[in-house]
Structures are given as C-alpha cells and as structure tokens.
C-alpha cells in the first residue's frame, strides 16, 4: 500500500480554518502511535454536524449528528483500531471501486475485448477486486467546505482496462454531507463507485437497527442467485418483504421465508430507484428514522440504484468507541450505485466510461429529526 506523491509528511499538522461557507476544515495524522502516520484524517465541522474523513480508502470515517435532545452521536460503525482498520474494518466507509459490488464471472468484454478481473472468490469479482480502491493510500488536499480525494489506478489495475483518474470530494454544509465522485480513463472501462458506510441513527455501538425505520423510492428489485449476482429482470417488490414504499422497520420481513433472504440472513440486494431527474440532480433514493432518538438520514442520489445490507455476517470482531463488538444487524448501509453486474446484464443502465467521457455521481447524507 504506497502513499501517493504529494501526502503529507508524518506528523505534520494542519490548524483547523473555516471556508467560505462556515465549514471548519482539520488536518491531523490518525495514528497516534506512528505506526499509520501516513493515514491522515479530516474533520469537517459545519453547524451542528461533523464528519471524518480518511486518506485510506477515501474513507467516510464518522458523521455525527444531534438526536431530539440536542445531544451528538457518532452515527457510522468505524474504529480508530488501527489492525481492525487495516482488516475487518476496512470497508467501513469506504469509497469502493473500480467496480463496487459483484461481476459474475470475473471477467468483462468490452468492444469485443475480453478482459479477466482478479477474482474475490465464489465466482465473483466484488469491490473491485481484492486491492480495491478501498486498500489505496489517495491525495487529499482542502478544498472550500471539506476535502478533495484523489487517486491513480493505471491501466490492467485488478484487470480493468484503462488508466483511471478518480476524485472523491467531501463537503459539508449545516445540513447535510455531500459526496461527489468525478473519474476519467485512457480505454474504454467501467467504473461503478459508491461508499461503503454503516449507519446506525442511535449511535454506534448501541444496538441493532431493526427497530428503524426505511423508505426507498423504489418500486422494483433485482433478485439474486447464490452468489449474488442478479438474475436479471426486474420483480416487482409489491406484497414481498422488499416493500419499503412506505416506511417500515427493517426487522418487519428479514426473517420472512421468502427465498431471496435465507442464504444471506438478511438483505444484501439493490432496489432500482424510480426515474432520477432529467437535469441530473439528487432526488431522494431512502429515509431512515430511528424512533427512539428522533435522527433521520435522508439519502439523494444521482444513481439508478441503492444496495442495501444489513450487516448480515458481523460476528463481533471489530469493536468502535463505544468498546460494543459490532454483531449481526449492528448497522445499515445505503449504498448508492449503478446495478450489480451490469456489465453483463444490457438490460440495466450501462457502467461503460469512455475517453473523452466524464463520470459524475453525486449522493448527499442529510441528517435531520423526525
């Protein structure tokens, strides 16, 4: 794992200085002991929100919000556990790419080109690969109201085709985080990028989030084989437990027996959002609430889709602030994407990027009270 030209010298510290717009920006090493002193991390404050930012991974580390009361709670599962960051943890939160999610086969053909991807095993390539972007040390550098992020992935990175210059922007404002992804490449590709956090609305550490409460702005949902990868056409979520049109607890239908949730224990699938404006703004793709401290997180998106997992497979082995070992349904994660496989299903919105292309993605956290 190199660091990337330009990143900052070990211990070196950047004062805390307000944007434009009100948002106090810090920058400090991660690790305090100095074994990940290349690791830094960023703080946005903006009103009554913070958010952590870290160079590994384009990491959304933390996001803390108040509840009815007034009082803050750091609302993403993350440790500051440098091993467990570096292991079991390190997805949490992270910008997941070249390709997140899976690709049947480990193998894309692009213009009649086949090309073999570095395979995660099952028969899936999955987040890109196993040195994902998830795994890379990438540039940050201040930009007015929070942080830029910058990384190389050259040409034949995990087997993808073309060299692949990525940006992913952290800003923050008094009501809401706003992430932006920005990427160009030298040979036709196919990029597919999200972020990887968990939410819990009470606060890390305090329990499962089968009590809160989820709506998608999705009619439809792409049921998926044993592996995960999609069948293909669109079901309708109509009278299954994939109805969330209304608000309903995610605990409501997880252990129904409907055959798409007793392999995973749990959801682990994408919802195909309604239509996305046509001036390519970020309409709303999910509401959580979380009755007992009045948080909600609002999530708009410019994405076709929205996987959604509720940590179906944590086994307590990595623990946050709290000293709470993180266990199954610990947390949520909204994960804002085009559709798994696409590259082999023509039928959903392509993931293709081309020279001369710019890929755009925007998803915005607004956190709010109910």
Do not use: C
């Not at 044993?226 to 079901?235: N, S, T």
């Not at 001036?279 to 999910?286: E, I, N, T, V």
């Amino acid at each position: 794992m190199a660091s990337p030209a330009g990143s900052r010298a070990a211990g070196e510290e950047q004062a805390m200085a307000t944007s434009a717009q009100g948002t106090e920006v810090r920058q400090e090493p991660f690790d305090a002991s100095g074994a990940g002193a290349a690791i830094e991390r960023w703080t946005l404050r903006s009103g009554a929100l913070e958010a952590g930012v870290l160079n590994l991974g384009a990491t959304l580390h933390t996001l803390s919000a108040p509840d009815r009361d007034g009082t803050p709670a750091q609302l993403l599962l993350s440790t500051d556990e440098l091993p467990a960051v570096l292991g079991p943890a390190r997805h949490f939160g992270a910008t997941v790419g070249r390709y997140a999610n899976r690709i049947a086969g480990s193998r894309i053909t692009i213009d009649g080109e086949d090309h073999p991807l570095m395979p995660t095993g099952g028969g899936v390539t999955l987040h890109g690969g196993p040195d994902g972007f998830a795994n890379r040390m990438w540039e940050a550098e201040e930009i007015p109201g929070g942080v830029r992020l910058r990384l190389h992935s050259p040409d034949g990175d995990q087997g993808f085709p073309g060299g692949l210059d990525v940006t992913v922007s952290y800003t923050l404002s008094p009501e809401a985080l706003t992430i932006a992804y920005h990427a160009v490449t030298t040979r036709p590709t196919v990029v597919n990028l999200t972020n990887h956090a968990y939410v819990n609305l009470a606060g890390e550490g305090s329990g499962d989030v089968l009590g809160h409460l989820l709506t998608l702005n999705a009619d439809h949902y792409t049921p998926v084989d044993d592996r995960q990868i999609p069948l293909g056409p669109y079901e309708p979520v109509a009278g299954t437990p994939f109805d969330f049109t209304t608000a309903r607890p995610i605990g409501k239908g997880i252990h129904d027996d409907h055959p798409q949730l007793r392999g995973p224990r749990g959801y682990d699938h994408n919802w195909v959002l309604r239509e996305r404006p046509a001036d390519g703004s970020p309409a709303r793709a999910a509401l959580l609430e979380d009755p007992g401290s009045g948080r909600t997180l609002e999530v708009l998106t410019t994405e076709p889709g929205i996987q959604v997992y509720t940590a179906n497979h944590f086994a307590g082995t990595v623990s946050g602030a709290s000293g709470v070992p993180y266990r199954m349904y610990a947390g949520v994660a909204l994960e804002t994407q085009h559709h798994p496989d696409s590259p082999h299903q023509p039928s959903y919105p392509s993931t293709e990027l081309r020279p001369g292309e710019e890929f755009r993605s925007t998803t915005v956290l607004r956190p709010g009270l109910a």
